[in-house]
């Protein structure tokens, strides 16, 4: 148990939909980071957070927003979902830039 | 541009030695991530390298040439429980974190 967790595990949905998927970081850990993993692109940094204000923006489409809460969590928004945004969806925690990332177990996306 | 290039697969025996290669090319380097991940599961943060050099962590050390726009992942006494996706990430001035596609691991008894 990396001490990271996300809600939900699963999520079926239709296209056109939106959709909030949530983080919580491991204790004391002030970084949040969103990644997104499908079959065909591999593991994709979208975007990083720390202590509230955002850090680095990967290749997150204007689609998808994030924040992070004052008590630290983070939420990854995804609207206008299309078939391709089915993936995993994971949320990983550290203490700072460059300190060990904790991944938590992913949220799977299903698009349909 | 950016490109990041590690081999696809590599097959080692228990036991042994396997270097994992990861060149890239990069403006605004900043450091480089190892992760390893088993299949069905999340990654795991390996190492993060800045600096010139050899870091040492257990039997997995990562080594890091600036000039040469090259890394390597260092795996010693094999065990079958290493049989995963290692991953690398090159982190550019800003935070931006640009993934390999990912070299999958065999190792056989």
């Known amino acids: 148990d990396s001490g990271v967790t996300q809600t939900p595990k699963h999520l079926i949905t239709a296209t056109g939909q939106r959709v909030t998927l949530r983080c919580s970081p491991r204790s004391g850990d002030l970084s949040v980071y969103w990644y997104q993993q499908s079959l065909d692109q591999g593991l994709q940094f979208l975007i990083q957070?720390?202590?509230?204000?955002?850090?680095a923006k990967g290749n997150i489409l204007e689609r998808f927003s994030a924040q992070q809460f004052p008590d630290l969590h983070s939420e990854l928004n995804l609207s206008s979902l299309e078939l391709g945004d089915s993936a995993l969806y994971f949320c990983a925690s550290s203490a700072d830039r460059g300190e060990t990332q904790y991944f938590g177990p992913g949220t799977r996306l299903l698009v349909l | 541009g950016q490109n990041i290039d590690q081999p696809t697969e590599m097959t080692a025996t228990e036991g042994a030695i396997v270097q994992i290669n990861c060149t890239y090319q990069t403006s605004g380097f900043n450091g480089l991530f190892w992760y390893q991940q088993h299949a069905g599961e999340a990654p795991t943060f390996l190492s993060y390298n800045v600096l010139d050099g050899l870091e040492e962590k257990g039997r997995f050390s990562s080594f890091l040439s600036r000039s040469k726009g090259y890394s390597y992942l260092l795996l010693k006494e094999l065990q079958m429980k290493d049989s995963a996706s290692y991953l690398c990430?090159?982190?550019?001035?800003?935070?931006?974190?640009?993934f390999g596609q990912g070299t999958e691991l065999s190792v056989k008894p």
């Open positions: 990430a090159v982190e550019r001035q800003g935070g931006k974190l640009i």
């Open positions: 957070y720390y202590n509230g204000e955002e850090r």
